[in-house]
């Protein structure tokens, strides 16, 4: 079992950089993969990032890719999402998961936080 918990969210204008946090309790999250998503008002949810337990592996959606980084700390059982040169299109609720890699770069997880509210003011 693994509880997430986002963070970091705010107003930022465009332009502008915000990094988000995910806490993470239990003990698998180590060894889980872990991606960033978000859904903006009226639209599906959208992947946004993934990273692999020992970090070695990154992906990213073509949107938000050189903009974005994810990075996590096993020993924090934190990951984060390092937003640099936002945008007004990068509005949403962001929300972090757990699960395998194939599967969250795919839009599915097994374990979901409740997200935290981005919103980059043009």
């Known amino acids: 079992q693994v509880q997430l918990v986002e963070s970091g969210g705010g107003l930022v204008q465009a332009g502008g950089s915000l990094r988000l946090s995910c806490a993470a309790s239990?003990?698998?999250?180590?060894?889980?993969?872990m991606g960033w998503f978000r859904q903006a008002p009226g639209k599906e949810r959208e992947y946004v990032a993934a990273?692999?337990?020992?970090?070695?592996?990154?992906t990213y959606a073509d949107s938000v890719k050189g903009r974005f980084t994810i990075s996590r700390d096993n020993a924090k059982n934190t990951v984060y999402l390092q937003m640099n040169r936002v945008k007004p299109e990068d509005t949403a609720v962001y929300l972090c998961?757990?699960?395998?890699?194939?599967?969250?770069?795919?839009?599915?997880?097994?374990?979901w936080g409740q997200g935290t509210q981005v919103t980059v003011s043009s």
């Open positions: 239990g003990r698998t999250f180590s060894r889980a993969s």
């Open positions: 998961a757990a699960g395998l890699l194939y599967q969250l770069r795919s839009g599915v997880g097994d374990y």
């Open positions: 990273i692999t337990w020992s970090a070695g592996t990154t």
